[in-house]
């Protein structure tokens, strides 16, 4: 049961284009079901709920439950923009004029993303070909046996000569799945960007904005290369998402008043 002396706020998941008042069902947050729902200004609309008006910490599970109830608004609607986790208003005015001080970019992004999902796609590369690709390269070979044959002090150049060729070994593996992976998926992109990899046998990190009615095609070129790669590398591939990567709106998190 809701506190009722506890104040309350308004949270903010994501903004749609539309005018017409909608209701997304309710969301588990803060111990209670409560109502997804949408606040207007012209045709952007915040999709909101009603919360006690604090800081929420990104935990998994808050991170889950935003990302759930943004899932649940892109079944139906067409023209999603992700705000990130942790935005709270204190009133639905203030929801208002954060629409109307967001609608000149969000006049320009609609169009842009309108009937488009962002999916995820990370290579990795697998362990045992990774090492068999390193010990077919006969210029680190060679420098490996240098470095061991050496004492430690006076092997130290020839250690930081040998982190430098692994690492010139390992840019050559990513522009190989650049070339036969990532530049093969673009043609069927409206956008596309790769980020910087997440640990050392990452050889991809990119996002992809596409069209919905290209999914089924997009999801079969990417099988399609799978099949042809799963000896040499794993795929993790992610979505569909809000365009994530191609929009970049920033809000100041309000802080509650004490």
Same mark, same amino acid.
């Given at each position: 049961?809701?506190?009722?002396?506890?104040?309350?706020?308004?949270?903010?998941?994501?903004?749609?284009?539309?005018?017409?008042?909608?209701?997304?069902?309710?969301?588990h947050? $803060?111990?209670?079901?409560?109502?997804?729902?949408?606040?207007?200004?012209?045709?952007?609309?915040?999709?909101?709920?009603?919360?006690?008006? #604090? *800081?929420?910490?990104?935990?998994?599970?808050?991170?889950?439950?935003?990302?759930?109830?943004?899932?649940k608004?892109?079944?139906?609607?067409?023209?999603?923009?992700?705000?990130?986790?942790?935005?709270?208003?204190?009133?639905?005015?203030d929801?208002?004029?954060?629409?109307?001080s967001?609608?000149p970019?969000?006049?320009?992004?609609?169009?842009?993303?309108?009937? #488009?999902?962002?999916?995820?796609?990370?290579?990795?590369? #697998?362990?045992?070909?990774?090492?068999?690709? *390193?010990?077919?390269?006969?210029?680190?070979?060679?420098?490996?046996?240098?470095?061991?044959?050496?004492?430690?002090?006076?092997?130290?150049?020839?250690?930081?000569?040998?982190?430098?060729?692994?690492?010139?070994?390992?840019?050559?593996?990513?522009?190989?799945?650049?070339?036969?992976?990532?530049?093969?998926?673009?043609?069927?992109?409206?956008?596309?960007? *790769?980020?910087?990899?997440?640990?050392?046998?990452?050889?991809?990190?990119?996002?992809?904005?596409?069209?919905?009615g290209?999914?089924?095609?997009?999801?079969?070129?990417?099988?399609?290369?799978?099949?042809?790669?799963?000896?040499?590398?794993?795929?993790?591939?992610?979505?569909?998402?809000?365009?994530?990567?191609?929009?970049?709106?920033?809000?100041?998190? $309000?802080?509650?008043?004490?």
């Amino acid at each position: 049961m809701t506190n009722m002396s506890e104040e309350q706020g308004i949270y903010v998941f994501c903004g749609i284009q539309t005018d017409q008042e909608q209701s997304f069902g309710t969301v588990h947050f $803060e111990g209670e079901d409560r109502e997804v729902y949408t606040v207007h200004y012209k045709d952007a609309a915040m999709v909101v709920t009603n919360v006690p008006m #604090k *800081i929420y910490h990104p935990s998994k599970d808050n991170l889950m439950m935003h990302q759930q109830v943004l899932s649940k608004v892109m079944e139906t609607a067409d023209t999603v923009v992700p705000i990130s986790f942790g935005n709270m208003f204190h009133s639905e005015e203030d929801v208002v004029a954060l629409a109307e001080s967001l609608y000149p970019q969000l006049e320009k992004i609609f169009p842009q993303i309108k009937g #488009k999902i962002e999916v995820g796609l990370k290579v990795v590369g #697998k362990k045992d070909w990774l090492e068999k690709n *390193i010990n077919q390269n006969e210029e680190v070979m060679k420098k490996k046996q240098v470095v061991h044959s050496k004492s430690e002090a006076a092997g130290y150049f020839d250690r930081i000569q040998l982190g430098e060729m692994a690492k010139n070994f390992f840019q050559a593996l990513q522009n190989d799945i650049q070339t036969d992976i990532h530049d093969a998926l673009t043609p069927l992109a409206e956008a596309d960007q *790769i980020n910087d990899p997440i640990g050392e046998k990452m050889l991809l990190n990119a996002a992809y904005l596409i069209d919905r009615g290209k999914e089924a095609e997009f999801d079969e070129k990417v099988n399609e290369l799978h099949d042809s790669w799963q000896d040499k590398v794993d795929f993790k591939y992610t979505g569909p998402w809000p365009a994530y990567n191609f929009i970049n709106i920033k809000l100041k998190v $309000e802080e509650p008043s004490t």
